[in-house]
């Protein structure tokens, strides 16, 4: 009922908003009922439309003419604004401006919850679709403040809380008025985020990739729900069904992640408008090409201090880098034709928004674009192009008066008129009274000299290069200064008190004996001289623009200056380990071409290639890790329930990993991307080809066999951990498993039958492994339940691909043989928790024996490095040839992840991802000398001691910007390190 009031209040003040019925009990009103003309202005109608020494007419809110002929009505308050220009106020459409947030929020260390505490809405409590800001606003006149100040007159409000976050409103800075008249527009828009909500402790989701799953489910529910299938009430879902005409605006914040927002939004055909978060430019071709209009902040990071050098180690290159760049982002943003508006929602002080905005204009950023990115392209986007974002005929009196260009340093916004109501920030034509004088009293004269800003003068007294201690007040007309005396046995003051008049000051003195006389200061007038060492001062006191670093891909130490690109490449007299039974090949040559191998064999010519001397190097190709958990963002697991088969790695691929790069090094060509063990039921997985600079999507390689990560043991039952989710046992994880496939079954049996069923990501992974077109990698270390998992495969008539760790392996190796599943075990891992005890290094050579496929894998962004060492510790541990040792990292994994058709050996046909190595692969001396990807060098160990002396060069050059960043003043931080998080199969943390 309070809603419809409320909705019937709003509609029935905008429909006669010349009609003011509210009383005024709280102080005097200003507010203009007749014509309001400001005259002899430059004004700025649009971003690209300037009119010199025009007038703007307007009433009630509203205005009425703009032009240079406009006829001014009698009776009409006119405002001179000669020299100054007029701009249409700004507008934030991303911004928690006036929002009243909740205060409960759940204590830290509580109980995780599971399930949802609100009845009636959706299963998820971080999914706010019925949260709606107008409900919850609370108007706040000092933050209005802040945001005229700086030129802002409307803004989008929402509450930035949950992974959907509910409507936003649109509405004005206007003191004067009420939410009836303010408001322009209370449900505008719904909000995404990739984030729970700070106020539910609902475990799920707990990282990225169910952030992203989650979102997705919703929108499969939102659909379902409209046809009216469901048998009961879901407010959350219908509020989302409603909302999805609005405006949608998805925070994404990183680059990355703005990727990852599109990607949604795509799948669903939705257009996003997309917060960014400053770095796009590091990005800048996957943006332009995502097609996106992006919100982005102006929160440029401050210099770090690296004046203590042992300190200044600890900040990365990466970081120098970005703050050099930060400040170019909007240029080439501008310059690649990508459409975005601009917010303050980022900027921790107000003021450090209109500083950042003149920075980014001084480094290339358009003048235009940057009006319009405040003014018309956010007005459109809101669909009030009407009323807001020009200065038009029926447009919202909503514009602010500057001293100059807006653009400008020294600029001042005096005025930010708001609906018609007049704020002053700072008054206009002020008389400047700031110069050099000749100051006479009591027969005395000094030299009197005031500067300083307007709004802060400073004034200094002098006589005989003896300064006076000196205090200025003033406010026009008045000129107040207080002097104090030479005495230097007691404290006397002179306090004069006066007016301007013309170009001298003159007014009353009181003496330091208490006796009253005149005093008057004239202005001393300004010679050539000066005037050219003003000239000069001001030229010398002009901002420069630094050199932007480039970019590089990725933007960090080591990335490429471009990226890197296929050749044609011909190694010559190698020793070839081609993996196949060819064997081992002496002085042999292999030519790649269009990334694929094409020959192999001696004497071998090809005019257009690249041709690698191998003489006394071996050729192998590259090693494929089938474990690992680099290259991920913003968690491994999500473990916010036991089974997470909605998640894939695939959403989260972290492209800018320096791990990539340090694979390369060790020789690593591809990773099997894993979701952790946290649940019985993971996450499914991401095969990537490390394709250092390329962007995740590149990376990911599409059309290999789809895998899921299942686990076993400690680590899923979570007893250890106080957790109380369900399994508590290892029985228990048997009894999950069980359930979810007799439930995926059943699922089947609804999707066949019944047109109306309801599409669940989890139940659509689980019958792929029930169909065979996804095969599970179990995380396992007791032979008891690697025995139970392949007696309920078989029940459920499929078989577990690989056994990952199976550091009891050995105890069984012929049931695994039987069942046809592959082990992807350590080399001489044991002991690091008590499952794990009855390990040995014979392992991996037992189950080989057996006839079980064998690969050994890292689980570790360390061990993944040398995994060429791993492999030959099988050599001491079994006596197992060194061939067959070196397709347990190689030709062996590439079986079990079944890609062995383009990766894992070398043979003409295979895709090109070799490693030339310095020496026997297997040595403990050997280098990777070059690794090569889809017949692309992304690793050369001869152009890396180039590379670290770039990295000097760039680190020393941006080091002595820093300093000199310190000494000019600017504000700094402290260095920070930068950590890379190492995931492992057991790393749980909230993202």
Known sequence: MRLIKFLFLFCFTIAVQAQDYFPKNDGVKQSFKNHVAITNATIYVSSTQKLEKATLLFKDGKILEVGTK????????????????????????????????????????????????????????????????????NYENKSA?????????????????????GTGLLWTLNDEGNNATRILNNKISQHFTFSRSKFSRQSYPSSLMGSMALIRQVYHDGKWYATGASKTKDLALESFNANKNLIQIFNAGDKLNSLRANKIGKEFGVN????????????????????????????????????DPYLAQQVSLSDMKFWNQAPFNLKILADNNIPFVLTTYDNKDAKDFLQNLRKAVLYGFPKEKAIAA??????????????????????????????????????????????????????????????EYNLVFDNKSFDLKISGELEKLEAKTSKDSIDYGTKLNYSEPWVNLVVKTNDSIKSAYYRLTGTKNLNYLEGKVVLENGQETSWKATKKEVTEKSKDKKKEDKKDEEPKVPIMVPVTFPNLAYGNENKPKQETLLFKNATVWTGEKEGILKETDVLIENGKIVRIGKNISAT???????????????????????????????????????????????????????????????????????????????????????????MIVKDAPKYIKFALGENVKQSNWGSGRFPQS??????????????????????????????DIEMEVLNEIISKKRFITCHSYVQSEINMLMKLAERYNFKIQTFTHILEGYKLADKMAEHGVGGSTFADWWAYKYEVNDAIPYNAALMQSQGVMVSINSDDAEMSRRLNQEAAKAVKYGNVPEEQAWNFVTLNPAKLLQVDNKVGSIKVGKDADVVLWSDNPLSIYAKAEKT????????????????????????SELINNLLEAKNKGLKTQAPKKKEVKHYHCDTVEEF
């Open 374 to 435: 405040l003014t018309e392209t956010p007005a459109k986007l809101m669909n009030q192009s009407n009323t807001l974002g020009s200065l038009k005929k029926g447009a919202l009196a909503n514009f602010i008066i500057v001293s100059g260009d807006i653009f400008d340093k020294d600029s001042k916004i005096h005025e930010n008129w708001v609906q018609g109501n007049r704020n002053i920030l700072d008054k206009m034509n002020v008389e400047d009274i700031r110069g």
């Open 272 to 307: 996003y408008l997309i917060k960014g978060d400053g770095n796009e430019f590091e990005k800048i071709n996957e943006i332009k090409n995502t097609g996106a209009t992006y919100i982005i902040p102006l929160d440029f990071p401050d210099a770090y201090d690296v004046s």
């Open 145 to 165: 403040e802040k945001l005229r100040a700086i030129g802002f007159g409307t803004v989008l409000s929402h509450f930035n809380d949950g992974v959907i976050a």
């Open 730 to 759: 290892r029985m228990g994880v048997e009894q999950v498993y069980e359930d979810y496939f007799t439930r995926a079954l059943e699922y089947k049996k609804e999707k066949a039958s019944n047109s109306k069923y309801r599409y």
């Open 70 to 137: 406009v006829s001014i009505p009698k009776n009409a308050t006119i405002i001179d604004a000669t020299g100054k220009t007029i701009y249409a106020s700004f507008i934030d459409v991303f911004s928690e401006f006036g929002i009243q947030k909740p205060t409960d929020r759940p204590e830290r260390g509580s109980s995780a919850q599971y399930d949802s505490s609100r009845e009636g809405y959706y299963w998820n409590d971080h999914i706010k679709t019925d949260y709606n800001a107008f409900e919850n606003l």
């Open 608 to 698: 257009n290639a690249k041709k690698i001397d191998a003489t006394g190097k071996h050729l192998t190709a590259g090693i494929i890790d089938e474990h690992s958990h680099i290259a991920i963002s913003n968690g491994v697991n999500e473990g916010g329930q036991n089974s997470s088969a909605e998640v894939t790695i695939e959403d989260v691929v972290n492209s800018d990993d320096i791990n990539i790069y340090r694979n390369l090094a060790g020789g690593v060509t591809s990773s099997n991307l894993l979701h952790g063990s946290a649940n019985p039921i993971g996450g499914r997985a991401a095969f990537i080809k490390l394709k250092w600079g390329y962007s995740p999507d590149e």
């Open 932 to 955: 090569i990807v889809d017949g692309t060098i992304f690793y050369d160990l001869e152009k890396e001691t180039a590379t670290l002396d770039v990295i000097q060069k760039q680190r």
